[in-house]
C-alpha cells in the first residue's frame, strides 16, 4: 500500500512557467513533510519542508502549500528556469516524540523545464 | 565541508556473490539511514541507526541484507547471496540530530547490478 501518492508522473513546463506537483498521503502520524530534488546521478537533496502546524511555507521561488484536513500538500515552482529541471520527490515522516523517522518518499515526478 | 560519501559507485555483482556498500556520513552526524532506490522510483527505507545503535531495520527486505555502524560513524550494508531483485542504487543519509526537523543529508549512492 503506496502511503504517499505523487502526481504527475512526468511535467513540462515554458521557461517562467509555474510548476506544480501534488502529493497525498493516509497517514495521520505523518508529521514532517519535505520536497527533495534529485539529479541524475546525485543523491536527493532537501528543497523546502514543512510541518502540519502551518498551511503554507515559501522560500525563494519555491512554495509547500499543505491541506491537513484533506491530507494533500503540493509544490510549486515559480517562473521555472532550464536548471530546475530534475526529479521531485514528495515525502513524509512520522514523529517518534519529536523525534525522527525514516521518509517515505512519493515516486517522483520528472520536470523538464523548456527554454 | 565534505558530504556524505558512499563507495563503491558502481558494483557489478554475479548472482550469489555478497556485496559491502560502504556509508562515511558527514563528521558529528548522529543519524544515519539506508534507503534503497529501485530505477524510476522513490528511495525506500531501509534500516536506522542513532549512533552505533541499530534502532529500526523493519525496510529490510530480508536475511540476507545486514547492516552495521559499530563506532557510530562509518556503516556498512552487506547483502550476502545477490540476488537479480536486488539490484537499485543504494542510498545512504546522515543528519545531525535525531530531533524531527533536523534535514537528512543524501550520498550519491552506489549503483548495484546483479548479473
Known amino acids: 500500500q503506496q502511503q504517499v501518492k505523487q502526481s504527475p508522473q512526468s511535467l513540462i513546463v515554458q521557461k517562467g512557467g509555474i510548476s506544480i506537483i501534488n502529493c497525498a498521503y493516509e497517514?495521520?502520524?505523518?508529521?514532517?513533510f519535505p520536497w527533495y530534488q534529485q539529479f541524475p546521478g546525485k543523491g536527493p537533496a532537501l528543497l523546502i519542508a514543512?510541518?502540519?502546524?502551518?498551511s503554507e511555507k515559501k522560500e525563494g521561488r519555491f512554495t509547500i502549500s499543505f491541506n491537513k484536513s484533506a491530507k494533500q500538500f503540493s509544490l510549486h515552482i515559480m517562473d521555472s528556469q532550464p536548471g530546475d529541471s530534475a526529479t521531485y520527490f514528495c515525502?513524509?515522516?512520522?514523529?517518534?516524540?519529536?523525534?525522527?523517522?525514516?521518509?517515505?518518499f512519493g515516486k517522483g515526478t520528472k520536470l523538464s523545464v523548456k527554454p | 565541508g565534505a558530504g556524505v560519501s558512499q563507495s563503491p559507485r558502481y558494483k557489478v555483482a554475479k548472482r550469489g556473490q555478497d556485496v559491502a556498500l560502504r556509508c562515511d556520513p558527514i563528521s558529528g552526524h548522529v543519524s544515519l539511514f539506508w534507503y534503497q532506490q529501485a530505477l524510476g522510483q522513490g528511495p525506500e527505507f531501509l534500516t536506522y541507526f542513532q549512533n552505533e545503535a541499530q534502532l529500526d531495520k523493519s525496510g529490510l527486505p530480508s536475511d540476507r541484507f545486514f547492516a552495521e555502524r559499530p563506532e557510530g560513524s562509518v556503516s556498512t550494508l552487506k547483502i550476502q547471496r545477490t540476488q537479480q531483485e536486488d539490484s537499485a542504487v543504494y542510498l545512504c543519509?546522515?543528519?545531525?540530530?535525531?530531533?524531527?526537523?533536523?534535514?537528512?543529508?543524501f550520498g550519491p549512492g552506489t549503483r548495484l547490478t546483479v548479473t
Open positions: 515525502a513524509a515522516s512520522p514523529s517518534y516524540g519529536g523525534s525522527q523517522g525514516n521518509l517515505i
Open positions: 514543512i510541518r502540519p502546524d502551518v
Open positions: 543519509a546522515s543528519s545531525l540530530a535525531i530531533e524531527l526537523d533536523y534535514e537528512q543529508y
Open positions: 497517514n495521520t502520524a505523518f508529521d514532517y
